[in-house]
């Protein structure tokens, strides 16, 4: 088989956008199908681009955007998944990761067909459903599997006679090589059958329907003579291998005859048991090269042969693919199936080189030759053997197991957005939770653009909003204006003077041996922050202050109020969460040096750098060790066993804090300050720093340090102590969605 020789000027064009559609059974932890409905968390199933159902209420169906990286549609999948998975976790169910289903109701009636919303266009949509099972079976529509979708750069399809052209001959091609993707992809093995799904027993038609595929006209009028006869009640009632989708998916038919093509849909692919989001990331590499190749390799082969000898190597494949000497009809003579599949694949990879496809499509064709090669590598095989070890049920569920369980490892991030800060991310996964469409503008300054039907909404790291308007975070960032503002408003401060470089040895004289604290005017996370709880003398008080001045003009020294510092939370007038904020520290054991513990510390999943995990990694910086020294010790002091040492003064996260969790200790006295002093800066999102002698006391002495706009939601979602939180969804309901 010989590949038609791009021009050139062609090569820039070979982008695909990809999108996969991927479903899956919610079950128990005993293997039965689950007899909840779908989350509704999850919103109306009709509306939510990501998450939906497909025929049944426990069958969960993710749907990625367009894409043009396989990567990215891999990581969006995943991401999806993962967010199916640890809302299973919370009703203690699982996601089934095979595509044939498992303990299903002894009666297939008792199935639970998707329920809609009481519109048009819901009823319609339970109606079809209903229809279906009663002309396949139920048990037969509970098959999943994953779908992908795809299409071509217009110029690339241009050099093909257009998009109707074009398509049509992927769509022939398809159906004459589609059999090596059955092959490579099933996971629902018997015996020698390598896909009950794509199998005689599988999801088809009653009886065999060949559309015409040599013009996209004869294809449209095939179908409806199959309408007209009543095999089929509607055009997607047609359970092709691959579909001809139109612009218009509400009138495919008329959409196809006036508009043309829109993209191809691959139906052949099992859902892949061994990876989270059921398809392997470098399977979507390989369909990249596979579908580049339906379009480019040249037709040989007559209009019967795609009708219905594809077909019948499809069905032979999925049947037998685990049998040893395997044949297949090509062009009228059997041929071995590894033999054709070499074949098939050194042209591809011969493609794959000539094209410049990347290392990730060449070793991806590499891979599915090895399989080839070697059936024992094979998904359907591998499942085999594992199922052979307990059973097929007891080997999904052990699957099942591991991917929920590492979907809750991970929780707090959102696969594909892990470089972005991290409460962000988890803005970003409520936001794909609920259906929201989510558009990444800028990753370094965390920018992204929400959006439904009705409105749009630009985030900046997350609670960077409409809401708030422009004086609000100047108001806040200026610490001198906000003591001002919130003194007026009779609300505690600490009392203190500001000052510049020329005046600071004439206003921090007045503080010496008294406790204070020196910090620049105008920055967030604890930045140039030193505090002086017993006193100091008037050099100490300068060098601190030269440290300030490093990070503003006008630096400010203020009362050191005793007691433990809490962050409140306040959104849209109401305290989200409280955290009493503990300084950096470690605990001795009596035979590590602190440094020793500062590493080992940093070892907890929750801590990294980059604001991309719940903590932050302690430091031994300068600061620290400075701290250090005052207190007599090193970093290489060994503190005795149950020592607590502390290597800061300020209690921030930022600078490798501890957070806890006192949103239902904190005295409602304390919490209803925090919203008075977000209401002096009109803000609907803020976070209110107070000193607190007794947080569970309302008589207890309090005062406000400090304002800051932008605060951080993950520090209350995910806290080192204490119960996490879902504050991502408060922002999205503050800002209207």
Known sequence: MTTKKLPSELLSFLEIKTGIECEGIRVTTRGEIAKTPHPSVFGDKLENPYITVDYAEQQTEIITPPSSSAHETYMFARALRRIVNLECKKNDELLWPQSLPCGLPG??????????????????????????????????????????????????????????????????????????????????????????????????????????????????????????????????????????????????????????????????LDLNPFDEAGIAEYDLDFLHAFVLYLLLADEDFSSDEYQVTGDDNISTVAGRGLAPHLALSRDGQEVSMRIWAQDILSDMRTMAQGLSLGYDVYSAIEMAIARVLEPRLTYAYQYKKLAEESSCIEAGMQLAFEHRQAAFDERWLTSGFEEWEMSTQL?????????????SLDKDDNIIRLSTSNRTEYV??????????????????????????????????????????EHARAALRNYVGLPCVVKPKSTNFGLGVIMFPKGTSLVHLLEAAGSAFGYDRTVLVEEFIEGPEYRFLVIDGAVAGVLQRSPAQVEGDGKSTIAELVERKNEHPYRSTGYKTPLINITLSSVEIEFLARRGLTPASVPFAGDTVFLRSNSNISTGGDSIDMTDAVSPIFKDIAVSA????????????????????????????????????????????????????????????
């Not at 803005?427 to 558009?439: H, P, Q, S, W, Y």
Request: charged share 25%; net charge negative; aromatic share 10%.
């Open 460 to 501: 900046e790291q997350c609670t960077k909003t409409s809401a708030d308007s422009y004086i609000t975070p100047l108001l806040m960032n200026n610490k001198s204006v906000t003591k001002i503002m919130l003194s007026e408003a009779g609300i505690r401060v600490p009392a203190g003077a500001e000052f510049d470089e």
């Open 678 to 737: 977000s209401r002096v800066f009109d803000a609907v999102f803020c976070g209110i720093d107070m000193i607190i002698a007794d947080c569970t006391n309302s008589e207890s002495a309090y005062a406000i340090i400090e304002a800051n706009f932008n605060p951080a939601i993950h520090i209350h979602s995910f806290p080192a102590v204490g119960e996490e939180r879902n504050i991502a969804r408060l922002v999205l309901d503050a800002i209207g969605f």
């Open 107 to 268: 009666n297939p009636e008792d199935i639970e067909v998707a329920r809609y919303s009481d519109t048009k266009k819901g009823r319609a949509a339970h109606a079809y459903r209903e229809a279906l099972g009663v002309k396949y079976g139920k048990a037969r529509q509970m098959l999943s599997g994953v779908h992908y979708n795809f299409s071509f750069d217009n110029r690339l399809l241009d050099a093909f006679g257009g998009s109707s052209v074009a398509y049509m001959k992927v769509a022939r091609n398809f159906l004459r090589y589609g059999w090596l993707l059955v092959y490579l992809t099933g996971a629902t093995p018997r015996n020698e059958v390598i896909s009950v799904r794509n199998s005689d027993c599988g999801y088809c038609n009653p009886i065999t329907l060949c559309p015409d595929y040599s013009t996209l006209e004869n294809y449209i009028e095939s179908i409806e003579r199959f309408i007209d006869r009543g095999d089929i009640a509607e055009a997607k009632e047609l359970y092709s291998k691959i579909r001809i989708k139109p612009h218009d998916v509400e009138n495919l038919l008329d959409s196809l005859r006036k508009d043309g093509v829109s993209y191809l849909e691959i139906r052949a």
């Open 427 to 439: 803005l970003i996964k409520e936001a794909l939770t609920r259906g929201i469409r989510v558009e």
